[in-house]
């Protein structure tokens, strides 16, 4: 795998020390709230469980599965395969992602959610990509701002691969195209 790697962006000590980081701003915000954080799988898998580690608060957990993308671009058709299966009314909501890229899906989340009456819906990402935005959204918390580039490691995937790469890496060209 690491031969489809062109570069690595983000070392494993770069990422859990920001992780880290944003576990403990969130921890402060949302004392005494008992959020509910909500991954939206699969690509935030990795990422949710260091954060929540660094979340030192009662809180609960949930999971989405949510689709928009074919192979490297979104279609921009955003389906939900897996909901929710706690009730968020009244619940301040934090939207666990791997990577905020054009937008298109974390704003269609977003309105579906808000439709259950939460108290507050938050956004976290590891990645934030504003070059590829489509829509109006942005991260409440974000790790790094990313560049232009397809990337893999840490939960992100291409085809359901690279997902166990312990760092984030620019996947060669060559691979996708």
Known sequence: MTQDIERILLTRDEIEDKVSEVGRRITEDFRDKDPIF???????????????RHVDIKCSMDFMAVSSYSGTSSTGAVKINKDLSQDIEGRHVIIVEDILDSGVT???LKRYLMGRKPASINIVTLLDKPARRKADVFADYSCFE?????????GLDYNEHYRNLPYIGVLKPEVYS
């Open 106 to 108: 974390l704003s269609y």
């Open 38 to 52: 909500v991954g939206v799988l699969k690509g935030c898998f990795i990422f949710m469980a260091d954060l929540m």
């Open 146 to 154: 990313v560049p232009d580039a397809f990337v893999v490691g840490y």
